[in-house]
């Protein structure tokens, strides 16, 4: 076995000693048992717990020209986290399998590391990482499960807007969007293949689209401030406001009516560009909304249409289905 | 887009239509908050929550000319199952990461949903898929995350061993790693490649060993009983009694001695075939062990090695590493 002696692969060391370098890098665990037994122990003090599952998948959801294993591990648990923030709850701890090539270098699996690591630090204080696993792909695979706590809140779930709701959303929407057109139209070769991001090439306002598709930055505190103030309904945006906006007039039985006025200046990319993972949320009419929150529309009785915007239903592709849009020729 | 009319692969479907056709095969939730919405909210009893993760990746995990749909969803489940007995704990929830190639018949994804409840049923009755992810990957990959309640017991963790507790096992061992050697023996062709399996050619022990690979069945009902019975450390057996032994061991600060004449008539396939995810426990040593467990060693003082078998130190091969053992040329 020879070792690649700076940065060897996986493939050149045991699973023990990779799972040593990524545990060195993620902070010490307050659960009642930790990483490193068959499974984790965790507090789960109001008696529930608030579950979900994500996948990032390399091709389909990231190309490695572009992320960094910094910004992989950032949007696996970012991603994650929005979700446990949509049912208005607290994030509480993440389990992470990862599957690898045994090409993978171990400065990408440390780095990735150490993105799950300032995700959790930047988007949920307290969150940590608790348990995972490690296999071996040919096909680099993240899938996160992340853990959250309601704090004895009823959870808000897609199916409570009510007709007279105001529909609001928190974080960006359209942005991640843009900077995967900002990706895919400057950083591939004449074949079509990513190539590394030159960030000093890009204007201020595509290095921040870039970033927010590379490591998206979602307004996961929001999520139990929205569920404090009563929201009626809850979800994140990640497949695009008016497919994830029909989802949830589906689920309530209503009509969510957009304005477009209130999505500004590219209207086409905040309805259709999912990976922002804003809070789209309905509150009752009065009070305001909460801050961090702003009014995009009203909800109003079922109709024929799920969604309108501006009052007429909306035309052309509405948002991302990956069974639908993947293709691995022309990716 | 032209669909196969009867078994359309899942590149024709919508996501929305797979994820139907797969709740469809799967049992109502009892879940205050079940699949469908952003997250699951599930009970956690006695405040805390048992938590894992596992993936079964085409390839190094399984083959598709062998696993059969069903087949691989039975194991996905089964082998997280068993790392949540291995804590003491009764599975209440499973969440499904599901990555699959375009290609995949649908057919096949319903087999998957099918095996995953039949696993359920048959090892931890009352658990149930609560939520998951449908994603695209070149690599078939399969991520199972376990939920487990402990019901006021304290876990079982791998550190608790003592010296002049006895070792004791639930469940095979060796039986899956026979039956792999019987696949790749007698069911791959002139280059390597995996062949379907005919059963009919089979023994029936050799029938037996298959089927423990290909769907293992773990003792996941006599974690609870090993932890109510005293058990002072458990682990489930996934990479073979010495490899998982020895973790145990140094976990503990002990030496386990084994005595071969307890492991059946395949030693040696017993020392280092791990698939059958049995239970290995310590337990002190008056009373006897639970039934369901036997009695395979003693737990003596840390010594130079964390293992013996039969007094002496063992000798070759000790267990699987993915990242050690696995080569994508040779399989």
């Given at each position: 076995m020879v070792e690649s002696r700076d940065d060897p692969t996986v493939g050149e060391l045991s699973e023990g000693a990779i799972l040593a370098r990524i545990l060195e890098r993620l902070p010490g665990s307050s659960a009642e048992v930790g990483p490193g037994d068959d499974a984790a122990v965790l507090a789960a003090a109001d008696g529930r717990i608030v579950a979900s599952v994500d996948t990032l998948v390399h091709g389909p959801d990231f190309r490695l020209a572009w992320s960094s294993g910094f910004d992989l591990g950032f949007k696996a648990a970012a991603v994650n986290l929005a979700d446990i923030a949509a049912m208005g709850a607290t994030p509480t701890a993440l389990l992470v399998a990862l599957a690898m090539p045994d090409s993978t270098r171990l400065s990408f699996v440390t780095a990735l590391a150490e993105g799950l690591r300032s995700a959790c630090e930047e988007l949920a204080p307290g969150c940590a990482v608790e348990g995972g696993d490690l296999t071996v792909s040919d096909t680099l695979t993240v899938a996160v499960t992340a853990l959250g706590a309601l704090a004895g809140r009823p959870p808000v779930r897609r199916s409570g807007a009510r007709p007279g709701d105001v529909v609001a959303v928190a974080g960006t929407l359209g942005r991640a969007d843009r900077g995967l057109r900002v990706l895919f139209e400057r950083f591939t070769d004449a074949a079509g293949a990513p190539v590394p991001v030159d960030e000093r090439s890009l204007s201020e306002a595509e290095r921040d689209d870039v970033r927010a598709q590379l490591r998206p930055s979602p307004p996961v505190a929001l999520g139990p401030v929205a569920a404090d103030a009563g929201a009626t309904a809850m979800m994140d945006v990640s497949d695009g406001l008016l497919l994830d906006a029909s989802r949830l007039a589906t689920a309530s039985g209503v009509t969510l009516s957009l304005d477009s006025t209130a999505l500004g200046h590219d209207v086409a990319a905040a309805l259709t560009g999912g990976e922002d993972h804003a809070l789209l949320a309905t509150f009752p009419?009065?009070?305001?909304?909460?801050?961090?929150f702003h009014r995009v529309g009203a909800v109003l009785p079922p109709s024929e249409h799920a969604v309108l915007v501006d009052g007429a239903p909306p035309t052309g592709r509405s948002g991302w289905d990956p069974y639908r849009d993947w293709d691995a020729r022309t990716g």
């Open positions: 009419a009065a009070p305001a909304v909460p801050p961090g």
